[in-house]
Protein backbone atom coordinates (compact mmCIF):
# COMPACT_ATOMS: atom_id res chain seq x y z
CA UNK A 1 0.00 0.00 0.00
CA UNK A 2 1.06 3.58 -1.15
CA UNK A 3 2.61 5.51 2.18
CA UNK A 4 0.02 8.59 1.59
CA UNK A 5 1.80 10.95 4.09
CA UNK A 6 4.68 11.40 1.30
CA UNK A 7 4.66 12.06 -2.49
CA UNK A 8 6.87 10.16 -4.02
CA UNK A 9 8.16 9.78 -7.53
CA UNK A 10 10.95 9.15 -10.13
CA UNK A 11 13.96 11.22 -9.41
CA UNK A 12 14.49 12.72 -13.50
CA UNK A 13 11.24 14.43 -13.38
CA UNK A 14 14.24 16.74 -11.36
CA UNK A 15 16.25 17.02 -14.45
CA UNK A 16 13.70 17.75 -16.77
CA UNK A 17 14.08 21.69 -17.49
CA UNK A 18 11.31 23.69 -16.85
CA UNK A 19 9.14 26.50 -18.16
CA UNK A 20 9.20 29.81 -17.25
CA UNK A 21 6.40 32.37 -18.33
CA UNK A 22 4.48 35.61 -17.90
CA UNK A 23 1.25 35.25 -17.00
CA UNK A 24 -0.37 39.13 -16.77
CA UNK A 25 -3.39 38.27 -14.73
CA UNK A 26 -1.24 36.73 -12.04
CA UNK A 27 0.58 39.94 -11.72
CA UNK A 28 -2.72 41.56 -12.09
CA UNK A 29 -4.57 39.72 -9.50
CA UNK A 30 -1.18 39.57 -7.75
CA UNK A 31 -1.36 35.87 -7.65
CA UNK A 32 3.03 35.72 -8.58
CA UNK A 33 5.39 38.62 -8.24
CA UNK A 34 6.07 40.44 -11.69
CA UNK A 35 3.85 37.41 -13.24
CA UNK A 36 6.41 35.28 -13.65
CA UNK A 37 5.26 31.26 -13.11
CA UNK A 38 7.10 27.97 -13.41
CA UNK A 39 6.05 24.61 -14.45
CA UNK A 40 7.73 21.65 -14.25
CA UNK A 41 7.32 18.04 -15.83
CA UNK A 42 6.33 17.47 -12.20
CA UNK A 43 3.51 19.57 -12.33
CA UNK A 44 2.19 18.39 -15.05
CA UNK A 45 2.02 15.06 -14.21
CA UNK A 46 0.17 15.86 -10.90
CA UNK A 47 -2.44 17.42 -13.39
CA UNK A 48 -2.21 14.85 -16.03
CA UNK A 49 -2.41 11.74 -13.62
CA UNK A 50 0.20 9.86 -15.35
CA UNK A 51 3.39 10.23 -16.67
CA UNK A 52 4.16 8.21 -20.27
CA UNK A 53 5.39 9.32 -23.71
CA UNK A 54 2.63 11.31 -24.52
CA UNK A 55 2.64 13.52 -21.35
CA UNK A 56 6.55 13.92 -21.94
CA UNK A 57 5.77 14.85 -25.64
CA UNK A 58 3.50 17.64 -24.85
CA UNK A 59 5.55 18.86 -22.72
CA UNK A 60 8.62 18.42 -24.82
CA UNK A 61 6.77 20.01 -27.36
CA UNK A 62 5.05 23.13 -25.79
CA UNK A 63 9.36 23.86 -24.46
CA UNK A 64 10.57 23.52 -27.96
CA UNK A 65 7.85 25.69 -29.31
CA UNK A 66 8.38 28.61 -26.37
CA UNK A 67 11.77 28.63 -26.77
CA UNK A 68 11.55 29.21 -31.12
CA UNK A 69 9.01 31.96 -30.17
CA UNK A 70 10.39 33.79 -27.85
CA UNK A 71 14.51 33.52 -28.29
CA UNK A 72 14.95 36.36 -26.30
CA UNK A 73 12.52 37.07 -23.81
CA UNK A 74 10.04 35.28 -21.31
CA UNK A 75 6.95 33.69 -23.44
CA UNK A 76 3.87 35.74 -22.41
CA UNK A 77 0.77 32.49 -21.07
CA UNK A 78 -2.26 33.52 -22.55
CA UNK A 79 -0.41 34.99 -26.30
CA UNK A 80 -0.02 32.27 -27.54
CA UNK A 81 -2.73 30.54 -29.73
CA UNK A 82 -2.24 27.09 -30.32
CA UNK A 83 -3.47 24.73 -33.59
CA UNK A 84 -4.17 20.83 -33.23
CA UNK A 85 -4.20 18.46 -36.63
CA UNK A 86 -5.85 15.68 -34.85
CA UNK A 87 -9.76 16.49 -33.96
CA UNK A 88 -10.02 16.51 -30.06
CA UNK A 89 -11.44 13.41 -29.31
CA UNK A 90 -8.75 11.76 -31.45
CA UNK A 91 -6.19 9.37 -29.90
CA UNK A 92 -4.39 11.04 -27.14
CA UNK A 93 -5.58 14.32 -28.65
CA UNK A 94 -7.07 15.40 -25.33
CA UNK A 95 -4.06 14.47 -23.60
CA UNK A 96 -1.93 16.41 -25.64
CA UNK A 97 -3.98 19.19 -25.44
CA UNK A 98 -4.79 19.22 -21.77
CA UNK A 99 -0.91 19.38 -21.26
CA UNK A 100 -0.22 22.32 -23.62
CA UNK A 101 -3.16 24.21 -22.22
CA UNK A 102 -1.85 24.15 -18.67
CA UNK A 103 1.21 25.63 -19.79
CA UNK A 104 0.63 27.98 -22.19
CA UNK A 105 -3.53 29.06 -21.25
CA UNK A 106 -4.75 28.25 -24.00
CA UNK A 107 -7.90 27.08 -24.45
CA UNK A 108 -11.01 25.92 -26.89
CA UNK A 109 -13.59 27.43 -25.29
CA UNK A 110 -13.60 26.12 -21.74
CA UNK A 111 -10.67 29.35 -20.47
CA UNK A 112 -11.40 32.32 -18.80
CA UNK A 113 -13.01 35.19 -20.69
CA UNK A 114 -10.96 38.09 -19.34
CA UNK A 115 -11.72 41.03 -17.58
CA UNK A 116 -13.01 43.97 -19.49
CA UNK A 117 -12.05 42.24 -22.57
CA UNK A 118 -8.46 41.58 -21.48
CA UNK A 119 -6.76 38.69 -19.85
CA UNK A 120 -8.35 36.01 -22.44
CA UNK A 121 -7.90 32.73 -22.82
CA UNK A 122 -10.50 30.69 -24.25
CA UNK A 123 -10.80 30.50 -28.01
CA UNK A 124 -6.70 30.49 -28.28
CA UNK A 125 -7.02 26.63 -29.13
CA UNK A 126 -8.60 24.67 -32.18
CA UNK A 127 -8.39 21.27 -33.78
CA UNK A 128 -8.69 20.05 -37.16
CA UNK A 129 -6.33 22.29 -38.10
CA UNK A 130 -4.99 22.83 -41.55
CA UNK A 131 -1.34 22.34 -41.38
CA UNK A 132 2.16 20.61 -42.43
CA UNK A 133 3.02 19.34 -39.52
CA UNK A 134 1.63 17.86 -35.94
CA UNK A 135 1.31 21.37 -33.77
CA UNK A 136 1.08 24.84 -34.11
CA UNK A 137 1.99 27.56 -31.39
CA UNK A 138 1.64 31.42 -32.83
CA UNK A 139 2.54 34.59 -31.21
CA UNK A 140 -0.42 37.11 -30.97
CA UNK A 141 1.50 40.22 -30.74
CA UNK A 142 4.09 39.38 -33.55
CA UNK A 143 1.94 36.56 -35.62
CA UNK A 144 5.83 34.77 -35.36
CA UNK A 145 4.50 30.67 -35.55
CA UNK A 146 5.98 27.82 -35.41
CA UNK A 147 5.10 24.07 -36.74
CA UNK A 148 6.52 21.00 -34.61
CA UNK A 149 5.71 17.23 -35.21
CA UNK A 150 6.87 14.66 -32.24
CA UNK A 151 8.48 11.18 -32.98
CA UNK A 152 9.35 9.26 -29.82
CA UNK A 153 11.61 6.75 -31.23
CA UNK A 154 12.60 5.29 -27.87
CA UNK A 155 12.55 1.67 -28.45
CA UNK A 156 9.49 -0.04 -26.07
CA UNK A 157 11.33 -2.77 -23.79
CA UNK A 158 10.69 -6.03 -25.14
CA UNK A 159 9.09 -6.97 -21.43
CA UNK A 160 6.98 -4.04 -21.47
CA UNK A 161 3.62 -5.72 -22.99
CA UNK A 162 3.33 -9.24 -20.91
CA UNK A 163 4.03 -7.15 -17.67
CA UNK A 164 0.97 -4.65 -18.60
CA UNK A 165 -1.00 -7.62 -19.40
CA UNK A 166 -0.64 -9.39 -16.20
CA UNK A 167 -0.65 -6.14 -14.41
CA UNK A 168 -4.15 -5.69 -15.60
CA UNK A 169 -5.53 -8.86 -15.10
CA UNK A 170 -4.62 -8.93 -11.60
CA UNK A 171 -2.00 -11.75 -11.82
CA UNK A 172 1.25 -9.79 -11.91
CA UNK A 173 3.78 -10.33 -8.48
CA UNK A 174 4.46 -7.79 -6.61
CA UNK A 175 8.28 -7.50 -8.37
CA UNK A 176 6.56 -7.74 -11.29
CA UNK A 177 4.06 -4.83 -10.76
CA UNK A 178 7.14 -2.52 -10.10
CA UNK A 179 9.35 -3.73 -12.82
CA UNK A 180 6.66 -2.82 -15.10
CA UNK A 181 6.46 0.82 -13.66
CA UNK A 182 10.29 0.95 -13.92
CA UNK A 183 10.42 -0.26 -17.41
CA UNK A 184 7.59 2.20 -18.28
CA UNK A 185 9.03 5.55 -16.70
CA UNK A 186 12.50 4.46 -18.25
CA UNK A 187 11.68 5.11 -21.45
CA UNK A 188 9.91 8.79 -20.00
CA UNK A 189 12.86 9.22 -18.75
CA UNK A 190 15.23 8.63 -21.99
CA UNK A 191 12.53 10.37 -23.49
CA UNK A 192 12.73 13.81 -21.56
CA UNK A 193 16.35 13.48 -21.28
CA UNK A 194 17.15 12.42 -24.91
CA UNK A 195 20.36 13.89 -26.05
CA UNK A 196 21.02 11.98 -29.54
CA UNK A 197 21.67 13.96 -33.01
CA UNK A 198 17.84 13.15 -34.17
CA UNK A 199 15.38 15.05 -32.29
CA UNK A 200 12.40 13.58 -30.84
CA UNK A 201 10.57 16.88 -31.74
CA UNK A 202 11.32 18.20 -35.34
CA UNK A 203 10.60 22.00 -36.19
CA UNK A 204 9.20 21.53 -39.62
CA UNK A 205 8.01 25.28 -40.68
CA UNK A 206 8.56 28.65 -38.96
CA UNK A 207 7.04 32.46 -39.80
CA UNK A 208 9.21 35.43 -38.15
Not at 93 to 98: F, K
Request: aromatic share 10%; with cysteine.
Amino acid sequence: MANINKMTYPLFFNQVETIKLYDPISEFLGVFEQGLVEFSYLDIVKTAGHSCATVAGAYLVTLKALKELYPHSVPERGGIRVSIRNSFDEGVTGVIATVISQITGATEISGFKGIATKFVRHSLMDFNADIMGEYQFTRLDTGASVVLVYEPNIPIDSRQQELMQKSLMGSASDEEKALFGHIWQERVRKILLYKGETPLVKIIQTQK
